[in-house]
């Protein structure tokens, strides 16, 4: 017992000295975040004053903390994915999705029930290409993080393991700076993922696109997909955000047969593949969009990147699924950045990229 005591000590001892020295992310003192018994005063320390303590002595749940549907975007620095603020942040907003399943993803906890139509199956799965070692089960909800989730390791279907050190983790190679910004490195843990989606790399925006123009966004790497084998795994990510989505929805980006094919006629819409600097595209819009981003090869993400890049260059920048999709919950069906049912406009939705087709 008493060695135990010691080793917790020590180890606690070990963690206020790293949170010290490293260049740690989350701020502010500990008590807003965690509790250590869960009681004070003999009541609940949790946010929404559950008596069933949560991992890692926080306060709240992902969900708790991330999505207190309030009526800002952003509550005490932690940004909020399900609000009613007239301005959604990078990945869209859940709410749209609690009003119609079909705008996105149902994550547990913050949409009641699973996806009518899809169920907890996301297409084109093919758990050959899931790189985690566990895998999707269709037998549980789409959750924030691990193996049925998005957000950290997916190798654990625990929640608070899968994103552990995410929190605390020193994340400054992802922020835009002369001294900081770095693809070296990027991936090699949950703090040096893009937005914790492991292996993930790209360049944070420091407000998560809270205030976003041409030259204010995040970026996303886009490279030609990796040589796969027969079975997927870590080492074989490139770490592209197509990639991550194609960790559940594999066959979408995939190359080949039952894939996307490999060049025009394709076969399903391309993704990670470049905007050709020929026919239509060679007049794609050249001032960049959040309307229809784009993905950035490694050599335009250059060490000390300063600022977003504000232009859109056929021949360089590749289609991504998020030049369509946003990754929460959108106010359109599948998700999807502009409406595509009706009212397409010259110059707006697939027309930024295919200019000569015809406004309906
Ligand atoms: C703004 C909220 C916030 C504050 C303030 C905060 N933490 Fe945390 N902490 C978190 C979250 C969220 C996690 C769990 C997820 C993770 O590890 O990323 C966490 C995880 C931890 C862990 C587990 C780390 C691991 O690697 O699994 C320890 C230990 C910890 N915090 C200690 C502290 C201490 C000590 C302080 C005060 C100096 C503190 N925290 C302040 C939010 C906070
Ligand atoms: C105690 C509150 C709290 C809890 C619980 C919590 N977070 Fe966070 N989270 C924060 C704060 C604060 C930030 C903003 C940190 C910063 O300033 O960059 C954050 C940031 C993030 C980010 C964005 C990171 C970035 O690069 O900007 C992600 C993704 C995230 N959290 C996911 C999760 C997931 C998944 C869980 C559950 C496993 C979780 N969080 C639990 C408070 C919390
Ligand atoms: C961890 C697995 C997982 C990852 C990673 C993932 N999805 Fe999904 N996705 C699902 C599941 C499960 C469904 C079906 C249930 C639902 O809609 O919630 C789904 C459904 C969808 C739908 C259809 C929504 C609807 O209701 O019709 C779209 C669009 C989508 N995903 C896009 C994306 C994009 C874009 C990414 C990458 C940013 C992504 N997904 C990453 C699991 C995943
Ligand atoms: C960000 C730019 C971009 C956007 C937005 C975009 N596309 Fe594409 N699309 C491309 C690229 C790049 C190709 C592949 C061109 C090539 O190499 O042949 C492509 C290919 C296609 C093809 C296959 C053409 C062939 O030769 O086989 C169709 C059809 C298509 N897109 C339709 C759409 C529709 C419909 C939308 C809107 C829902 C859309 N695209 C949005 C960039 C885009
Ligand atoms: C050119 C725009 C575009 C791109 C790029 C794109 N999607 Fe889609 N996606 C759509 C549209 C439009 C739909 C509606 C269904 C359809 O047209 O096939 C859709 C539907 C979906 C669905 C729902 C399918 C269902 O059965 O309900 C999923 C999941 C999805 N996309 C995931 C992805 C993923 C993952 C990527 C990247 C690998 C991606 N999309 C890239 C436009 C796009």
Partial sequence: MRRIVMTMFLSLLTVVFLYAYADAKVSGICSSCHTMHNSQDGSPMTYDSSTTPNGKLLRGTCVGCHAQNTSSNIVNSI?????????????????YVVTADSSGHNVQGIVTSADATLGNTPPG?????????TGFSTASRLVCAGSNGCHGNRDSSDEWTAVSGGHHGDDSILKYGATTFTLTGQGASVPTSYRFLYKIKGAEDSDWQDTVTATDHNEYLAETYATRGTTDSWANMKGTISELCSECHSTFHLGGTSGIGSASPWLRHPTDVVIPNSGEFASVSTTYSDETPVGRPAASLTDGLTAAIGTVTAGTDRVICLSCHRAHGSQYPDSLRYNYQSSLSTGNGCLRCHTQKDAY
């Fill in 125 to 133: 799965y093919n758990s050959a290409y899931d790189p985690s070692s």
């Fill in 79 to 95: 940004p909020q994915v399900y609000h009613s603020d007239a301005t959604d942040l990078a990945a869209g907003n859940f709410s």
